[in-house]
Nanobody, 125 residues
Framework: QVQLVESGGGLVQAGGSLRLSCARS????????MGWFRQAPGKEREFVSA????????NYADSVKGRFTISRDNAKNTVYLQMNSLRPEDTAVYYC??????????????????WGQGTQVTVSS
């Protein structure tokens, strides 16, 4: 069983930055791809970013490319999402997810096996 706990959310002004963290407990994430998703009020959950188990492959939604950076530290069992140049439309609950995977791929699909409870990010204009 893998448990994920997100942290780092909060209120920030447009143009500001936040760094989200997702800490894992349970089995090692060394063979798990990790992803970040978000859900804004009244909208469906959407893919934000993903990173392969080695960290060598990443994927980003077009809306965050060039502004967000995903990274991971397998020794600390933690994945990060550095969010810069935040916009009001980035306001959402951000979820961390883990997907057991045999290849070094960063999946963009939504059907990850394990999910955190989410952390709120609010960007004021």
């Amino acid at each position: 069983q893998v448990q994920l706990v997100e942290s780092g959310g909060g209120l920030v002004q447009a143009g500001g930055s936040l760094r989200l963290s997702c800490a894992r407990s349970g089995r090692s994430i060394a063979t798990y791809a990790m992803g970040w998703f978000r859900q804004a009020p009244g909208k469906e959950r959407e893919f934000v970013s993903a990173i392969s188990w080695s960290g060598g492959n990443t994927n980003y939604a077009d809306s965050v490319k060039g502004r967000f950076t995903i990274s991971r530290d397998n020794a600390k069992n933690t994945v990060y999402l550095q969010m810069n140049s935040l916009r009001p439309e980035d306001t959402a609950v951000y979820y961390c997810a883990a997907e057991p995977i045999l290849t070094d791929y960063a999946p963009t699909y939504h059907d990850y096996a394990y999910w955190g409870q989410g952390t709120q990010v609010t960007v004021s204009s």
